[in-house]
């Protein structure tokens, strides 16, 4: 399955992305804040979460999520839908 990395996954419209690229069967890279969001989103089947103040793991979550697993179609952002 095709990768995402999603910042700000806790809230708003990140949670959103979050939720919907999960459903579609997406591996998500999530940031939040703080580690009681992390709870919430590592609650949710695909998602991986990382702290956004750990920029170790953030770095490492987006080098997988852009070499190990490249998506065969392209998909637009502006609403999620294929180019």
Not at 14 to 39: C, E, K
Not at 45 to 57: C, M, N, Q, S
């Amino acid at each position: 399955m095709p990768a995402v990395l999603v910042t700000g996954a806790s809230r708003g419209i990140g949670l959103a992305i979050t939720r919907h690229m999960s459903d579609l069967g997406w591996d998500v890279y999530a940031t939040a804040r703080s580690a009681a969001d992390l709870r919430d989103l590592d609650r949710m089947p695909r998602v991986h979460p990382r702290l956004a103040g750990d920029p170790e793991k953030v770095v490492a979550a987006v080098d997988r999520a852009l070499t190990s697993r490249r998506p065969k179609r392209r998909y637009r952002c502006d609403n999620l839908s294929r180019a």
